[in-house]
Every structure is written in C-alpha cells, then in structure tokens.
C-alpha cells in the first residue's frame, strides 16, 4: 500500500510538472515568436533594435531559468520513478508501470528539445540584433573618420564582421545537427516498433501454420492446373497429327 502510494504520489507531482511546464512553454514560445516578428518588421530598417530595451532580455533569462529549473525537477522525479519501477520488477514486473514511466520520459524529452530550440531561436535573434548595431556603430564611426585611420578601422571591422558571421553559421549548423540526432532517435524507435511487430506475429504459430496450409493449397491448384493445360495440349497435337 506504501509502495502504491509512493508512486501515486510521484506521478502526481511529475504531472504538476509538467503542466507548469508546458504553460512557461507556451509563453516562451510566444516570446520567441514576438522577436521573429520583430526581426521581420525590421528587415529593412536599422533605426529599431530587436530588443528595445533591457527589460526583454532580464525576461527572456528569468523565464530561461525557470523552465530549466522546472525540467530539473521533473528529471528527478523521472529518476526516482525509474529507481521505484526497478525495485518493482525484481519481484513482480508490471508492463502498465514501465509504459507509464516511459511516457512521462517522452514528455520530457519533448519539452527539453522543445525548449532548446526556442532558446536557440531567440538567442540567435539577439546575437544577430547585436551584429546589427555593431555595422550600424561601425557605419557611424566610419562617416566621422577621414584618411589612412578610416581604412585601418574599416579593415577592422570587415574583420570582426566575419567573426559574427562564423559564430552565427556555427550555431546554426549546431541547430542542425541537433535536428538530425532527433530524427536519427525517432527512426531507431521506429525500427524497435516494427521489430516488436514481428516477434508477436511469430508468437502466433497458428497464423504461420494457416498461411503455410494457404501456400500449399495455391501450389497444389497451380499443379492441376498446369496438368489440365498439359493434358489439353497434348491432345491438340494428338488431333492435329491424325
């Protein structure tokens, strides 16, 4: 009865967690797309940042901290719940525990990937907001500068310009390569879902032994068949001779 209700009570709080998450997620996501728009709207303009003031960005980290702090909690919930179905299965293994324990690690796989890529996205909004005002100052700086000093600080900047850029391009192939390890992870559960497909159909020998006993009967009727035909020629050749 202790042992139900320790894991009644972990399923509880890990369900509590994650509708606080899926709520901060939401809201994240909504601020991730609230700098898209943004950096739309601003395509063709270099007269308003991205983050026009200090107040979107002391957000953006306070509510960063607290999703990580919330998917800290529920992996540990997931860690006492994984450590509750292993002393379980030593004396009675229950299928319905490990599923359940199995669904709530898929929650939170998804909520983390979920919100790597939204911190991802609006980091990378910020990085290139940031690139932005740095060719805006460099462009202010250049105009108010004359003779060898403006070419030696133009060279400068174009060099500091490809160091944005290689970071940028970094991060992106990192989003992309994180991309690929989750869809290389959904094929591998996919092959497990179809392997465990096949070894329950070869649990039932009864189907195997009827689609055999079909087999044998297609083979048996192509037989006669091919006898009749025979037959059939054999006599027209018969005929046409005589």
């Known amino acids: 009865m202790a042992s139900s209700n320790q894991w009644e009570d972990l399923r509880k709080q890990a369900r509590q967690l994650e509708n606080e998450l899926d709520l901060k997620l939401v809201s994240f996501s909504k601020l991730g797309t609230s700098y898209s728009h943004k950096d739309y709207k601003n395509e063709s303009s270099d007269t308003s940042p991205l983050l026009s003031t200090s107040s979107s960005e002391r957000m953006f980290d306070t509510m960063a901290m607290e999703i990580e702090q919330l998917l800290a909690k529920l992996t540990a919930i997931n860690d006492k719940m994984s450590e509750y179905t292993s002393s379980m299965a030593l004396s009675a293994p229950s299928p319905a525990l490990i599923h359940t324990l199995q669904r709530h690690?898929?929650?939170?796989?998804?909520?983390?990937?979920?919100?790597?890529k939204t911190k991802a996205n609006i980091t990378k909004y910020k990085e290139r907001e940031d690139l932005l005002g740095s060719v805006r100052r460099e462009i202010d700086t250049y105009k108010s500068s004359s003779g060898l000093n403006r070419r030696t600080d133009l060279y400068l900047k174009e060099n500091e310009h490809l160091r944005n850029s290689e970071r940028l391009t970094d991060d992106t192939i990192s989003v992309a390569m994180a991309t690929k390890e989750n869809l290389m992870s959904q094929r591998t559960t996919l092959k497990k879902i179809s392997s465990s497909?096949?070894?329950?159909?070869?649990?039932?020998?009864?189907?195997?032994?009827?689609?055999?006993?079909?087999?044998?009967?297609?083979?048996?009727?192509?037989?006669?068949?091919?006898?009749?035909?025979?037959?059939?020629?054999?006599?027209?050749?018969?005929?046409?001779?005589?």
Do not use: T
């Open 105 to 116: 690690r898929d929650i939170l796989q998804d909520y983390s990937h979920e919100f790597n």
């Open 197 to 242: 497909v096949g070894s329950i159909v070869n649990r039932f020998p009864i189907i195997n032994s009827l689609v055999q006993r079909i087999n044998l009967r297609k083979r048996r009727d192509s037989i006669i068949l091919g006898s009749v035909i025979a037959v059939c020629v054999i006599l027209l050749l018969l005929y046409a001779l005589h």
